[in-house]
């Protein structure tokens, strides 16, 4: 049996439940708006570690029974009908039960996509681009500074040499990526309070990956915007979205990522350029596939609840 | 140099300072977090041929990471009283970004690091009593049968302090007491599912049986003594 938590509604968690249901796989769903109604118990068996139960309404599930686990979790501090909470209060029954899940998930056996702890490689870009490179892609040319005068010669170097540069958040936090330009000049002096995120402009095609497993799935995306998740409101064009094929190298290349990320399932951010030289912005640890699944058609759902139940690679 | 990266009043860091000069070896300096991020300038180059990080901190003296040979990094938050006057939402924006600076930054080190960051703890990985508890047993701990309901917290292992012995586990090698072979391995597979290079790992013999206490990526190293300095200036190969 495979467990799918999350809001059942949200589009990646209903394709998921639906996948499941279309491929016979036996599945039990977590629906997080019932968090309060359910219990996580945990016995800790001398020799096997951690066992127990999940339940709550619709829901009893001996934790040993799973073969994976599919987590998207929102956090639980906006969750429907959650109060703020008081950071000098002692935690909240829903956050100590949160709390409870995610040390359990990091430490469940079998197939999680993904575990908490993994996921939170995405909280720093520049962190990530170290497996990146380790994984044998790219990464752009970049400065990170709090020094404008950094700042300032860092797009000389790259004007001299016919590139743009963009900027963009160093954290997980989403950012719209922003091409620099004069009017930024006269605020860099911002810049001196938090560090920012210089990049050259790497120039060519968008291209999303989905890996579950050793499965690749690629997207190619057509849009004349920096930013093509904002693609409508920088260029006016929706963004144009299809499936490609990739190097097997590249493929590769994306696999062993995931897995230096301990992320089964991501979602990878690649831009090709038109001398064929694969770029890696980053891993996503939590993707919402179904937005490019919907576009494109590629069976992304139906490998992930396939790849849980451990049907296939 | 040796770049020992530490709160003031952190006495197992400036302890492990002490013990470094004297070797007289190479030289170790202490720099806080606040030096680092109040530096009058930080520069990090990633993806170019200039790849490097520096630090010119506010007495003017500049640390460029490519002349560090090894760095023991003992940061456990960043402080950042100077965006406090920030609206809430700028704030909360420049706070995620310092904080993933510094984990980019720890993680890229070409240099040994002791240790290198985690996603969940800028000093190293954290676990929670749960999966440190489940390392345990897997790596062949003796622990306690325990249940857990929602909202219920672990109890600690009732050990008796006098009676409790650290071991460090640096790059394999177990750093202590000596030790069984059957407990020596439980040491070593203990740390390989802990994550770190350097863990310190508190155990106690109770009714002929070894059990785990509790384990941390920060070590004491007075702890260790002279037994772990040595083991240290060994894996940074000084």
């Not at chain 1, 279309?22 to 570690?49: K, M, S, W, Y």
């Not at chain 1, 596939?289 to 790849?307: F, K, M, N, Q």
């Not at chain 2, 609206?87 to 510094?102: G, K, L, Q, T, V």
Request: with cysteine.
């Amino acid at each position: 049996m495979i467990l799918i938590a999350g809001i059942p509604t949200e589009s990646p968690v209903a394709r998921a439940i639906e996948a499941a249901e279309d491929n016979g796989i036996a599945h039990a769903v977590f629906d997080q708006r019932n968090h309060a109604e359910c219990d996580l118990t945990l016995t800790l068996d001398p020799f096997a570690g951690w066992r127990g139960t999940l339940s709550g309404p619709g829901l009893d599930v001996d934790l040993a029974s799973l073969s994976g686990i599919y987590v998207r979790l929102m956090d639980d501090r906006f969750l429907p009908g959650v109060e703020a909470a008081d950071p000098f209060a002692p935690p909240s029954s829903v956050a100590l039960f949160h709390k409870r899940l995610h040390d359990w998930l990091d430490i469940a056996p079998g197939r999680i996509a993904s575990r908490p702890r993994a996921m939170l490689s995405n909280m720093s870009k520049p962190y990530q681009a170290n497996f990146i490179q380790r994984a044998g892609f790219r990464t752009p040319e970049t400065l990170i500074t709090n020094n404008p005068d950094e700042a300032l010669a860092f797009v000389a170097h790259c004007e001299a040499e016919g590139d743009a540069v963009i900027y963009k958040s160093i954290s997980g936090t989403r950012s719209i990526v922003q091409a620099f330009t004069d009017a930024d000049r006269a605020r860099l002096g911002r810049i001196r309070w938090c560090p920012v995120q210089f990049q050259r402009q790497v120039r060519g095609q968008d291209i999303r990956v989905h890996v579950i497993g050793d499965q690749c799935f690629a997207t190619q995306i057509h849009s004349e915007a920096t930013d093509y998740r904002y693609a409508q409101r920088q260029s006016g064009e929706a963004a144009e979205l299809s499936i490609t094929n990739l190097p097997d190298s590249v493929n590769r290349a994306c696999v062993s990522l995931s897995g230096l990320l301990e992320l089964p399932f991501t979602g990878i951010d690649l831009r090709v350029t038109p001398d064929g030289d694969y770029y890696c912005f980053e891993a996503n640890p939590c993707p919402a596939y179904s937005y490019y699944e919907s576009h494109t058609g590629a069976p992304i759902a139906r490998a992930l609840v396939r790849w849980l139940a451990g049907i296939g690679s | 140099m040796i770049l020992i990266i530490a709160e003031p009043f952190d006495m197992a860091a400036l302890w492990l300072h002490t013990r470094i000069a004297e070797s007289g070896g190479i030289p170790a300096k202490v720099v806080t977090p606040a030096q680092l991020s109040y530096a009058l300038s930080i520069t990090q180059y990633l993806g170019s041929p200039h790849d490097g990080i520096a630090f010119r901190l506010a007495n003017e003296e500049t640390i460029h990471m490519r002349d560090v040979a090894a760095v023991i990094n003992r940061i456990v938050t960043v402080p950042q009283a100077h965006i406090n006057q920030a609206p809430e939402a700028d704030r909360n924006y420049a706070s995620s970004e310092i904080h993933a600076f510094m984990l980019g930054w720890l993680g890229a080190l070409p240099c040994p690091v002791f240790n290198p960051p985690s996603p969940e703890s800028l000093s190293g990985p954290w676990h929670s009593d749960i999966a440190a508890l489940n390392f345990a047993v897997l790596a062949g701990f003796a622990c306690t049968p325990a249940t857990l309901g929602t909202g219920e917290g672990l109890k600690p292992f009732a050990a008796d302090t006098a009676s409790v012995d650290t071991h460090f586990v640096l790059d394999g090698q177990v750093i202590g007491a000596l030790l069984d072979a059957s407990a020596r391995d439980a040491m070593i597979q203990f740390a390989q599912l802990w994550g770190a290079r350097l863990v310190q790992i508190d155990s106690c013999v109770r009714e002929g049986r070894r059990h785990f206490v509790t384990a941390s990526s920060m070590a004491d190293y007075r702890r260790g003594g002279a037994l772990l300095v040595r083991a240290i200036l060994k894996a940074i190969q000084l």
